[in-house]
């Protein structure tokens, strides 16, 4: 079972970045790195993946260390709405037919303040 | 626009019965995934399936079934349901197959089921 690490909650101003850390130090090569948040009331959205070159997009950067056992979700400007549960996820880069599970851990929950 | 429609947003149900949450994609996605979300264990997978008529179980399938008899359609069967069945549920859908890029899946709102 694919295990990430993730802090139980943090907090952010808003207007400022929000860094979120996740520790995935068994990672193996062909496994990527997927983030997803929840909005309370909501089902999970995708935010953003990455194997191993730094990603961006329009909602957040993602910064993966070299030797990938680890990487940060960065929401550059932070808004009150992007109050949610954040999760981090390992999942192989390549279709596997029966092997295409999303497994979930418990998530940061990120809180937005003024 | 991408859809995971689940059935019910809220449902009541008494001990024992027999309880069907639907949900149904638009997407021709092969993969359909059913969680369970409770406070202070995330989401938990249930049951999955990745194509007609196939399923594999999740982490916590006990007290549950499924079925796919459409590419569109996964159902979550609670056979007899019971309290501790009481959750959020949330339905989600992903492109399948072999050897192309793996991708993102695309969840449902959840169903909130009430057993009583």
């Known amino acids: 079972d694919a295990k990430t690490t993730q802090p139980t909650s943090m907090d952010c101003a808003e207007g400022r970045a929000a860094n979120l850390p996740c520790n995935h130090s068994t990672i193996s090569g062909n496994e990527y790195v997927y983030w997803y948040r929840q909005i309370h009331s909501q089902g999970p959205q995708y935010i953003i993946h990455?194997?191993?070159n730094n990603e961006t997009n329009e909602m957040a950067s993602l910064i993966i260390t070299e030797d990938r056992k680890s990487s940060t979700l960065i929401l550059p400007h932070a808004t009150l709405r992007d109050t949610a549960v954040y999760y981090c996820i390992r999942r192989g880069g390549l279709l596997t037919g029966g092997g295409n599970k999303l497994t979930f851990g418990t998530g940061t929950q990120l809180k937005v303040e003024l | 626009d991408v859809k995971v429609t689940q059935s019910s947003r809220y449902l009541v149900k008494r001990t024992g019965e027999k309880v069907f949450l639907e949900c149904v994609q638009d997407m021709d996605h092969e993969n359909m995934f059913w969680y369970r979300q409770d406070p202070g264990l995330g989401l938990r997978l249930i049951y999955f399936?990745?194509?007609?008529?196939?399923?594999e179980k999740g982490d916590i399938p006990e007290g549950y079934s499924v079925s796919r008899e459409k590419k569109e359609r996964f159902s979550l069967i609670l056979e007899s349901a019971s309290t501790n069945q009481t959750s959020m549920y949330l339905c989600?859908?992903?492109?399948?197959?072999?050897?192309?890029?793996?991708?993102?899946?695309?969840f449902g709102q959840g169903t909130r089921l009430t057993v009583v």
């Open positions: 989600a859908s992903s492109f399948g197959g072999t050897g192309g890029p793996n991708t993102e899946a695309f």
């Open positions: 399936s990745y194509d007609v008529k196939m399923k």
């Open positions: 990455g194997l191993k």
